[in-house]
């Protein structure tokens, strides 16, 4: 594996070794790494969870972390992205991670760059390793994705979220399900209520609605879209033993989530947070040891 740019690109093979290398980072198992390589975090678009889980798995594995600002770059002065790559490639840098706002911004740097490229984000594309750290959650939940019914409700067409997990999650064998209002469906084949989805779901993804990404603001207030698509505390009651509710955050809290939800039993929200270091640490890993 030389970069991480879709989900679409990783064998079944690829998934379970990075999420077995997060479980033993996970146990406190060292990096395998062989030396320090040197990193940086490029984000043309906000990031919290993302960029800082991201920083500190890199340190995890011993890579020194080059800062660089995006927003204070010459991207700014219209340098094109192959060109930013090329420069930190000859400054000395091994890996980039890169958010984007543009769909698939990584292809102008297929040829002729040599830094490992890892997508932390590209536009309304793909997230992959938001994805992997969905698919350690949910195993580490149940042991397993063959036949788990994942119900993944919200902003579908907007979301890198679930275009990543969706691929990932049915070639593992997982039965996945969309929910959402009907203009929200993209090329997706969705449902537009909880009725038959709620009380069979082993784990239900929240989406969080992209209110930046719309190019015509949906008509919804924050509670008829609640009532509607939201889980709220009624919903959470109807769902089975065992079943849990994720979602990759920020949360629009009241909005798909009952805010009482947020940390409810069920709620692996800030566990996904947690082990997304593992996740990240592993992708590091896994990329830069390729290069050994
Ligand atoms: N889940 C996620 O990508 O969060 P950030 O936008 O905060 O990185």
């Known amino acids: 594996m030389k970069n991480l740019l879709s989900m679409e690109y990783l064998s079944n093979e690829e998934i379970l070794h990075i999420l077995a290398r997060a479980s033993a980072f996970e146990a406190g198992e060292p990096s395998q790494l062989a030396r320090k390589y040197n990193v940086a975090n490029l984000f043309f678009e906000p990031s919290t969870r993302t960029k800082t889980s991201f920083e500190m798995a890199e340190r995890n594995v011993g890579c020194t972390v080059i800062p660089f600002d ?52 590209d536009g309304a594309g793909q997230h992959p390793s938001q994805s992997l750290l969905d698919l350690y959650t949910i195993q580490k939940e149940f042991g397993k994705f063959e036949g788990l019914n994942i119900t993944i409700a919200g902003d579908i067409s907007h979301s890198r979220v679930a275009k990543s997990d969706a691929i990932a999650l049915e070639h593992l064998g997982a039965n996945v399900r969309f929910l959402c209002p009907p203009e929200w469906a993209g090329d997706f084949e969705a449902h537009h209520d909880w009725d038959d989805l709620i009380e069979d779901s082993d784990v239900i993804m929240l989406l969080r609605v992209q209110h930046e990404r719309h190019k015509v603001n949906k008509d919804f207030s924050k509670e008829s879209y609640h009532a509607q698509y939201g889980l709220t505390l009624e919903r959470e009651k109807q769902m089975k033993d065992g079943a849990i509710i994720m979602h990759p955050a920020p949360i629009n809290r009241g909005v798909e989530i009952d805010t009482t939800l947020v940390e409810c039993e069920r709620s692996r929200i800030f566990e996904q947070v947690r082990n997304g270091v593992f996740v990240r640490m592993a992708i590091v890993e896994t990329l830069l040891k390729g290069r050994e």
Do not use: C, H, P, Q
């Open 70 to 121: 995006a927003g204070f770059s010459s991207a700014l002065k219209g340098e094109t992205m192959y060109d930013t790559v090329k420069t930190l490639e000859m400054i000395g840098l091994d890996a980039v991670v890169i958010r984007a706002k543009e769909d698939e911004y990584y292809n102008e740097l297929l040829e002729g760059i040599n830094v490992a490229v890892i997508n932390a984000g």
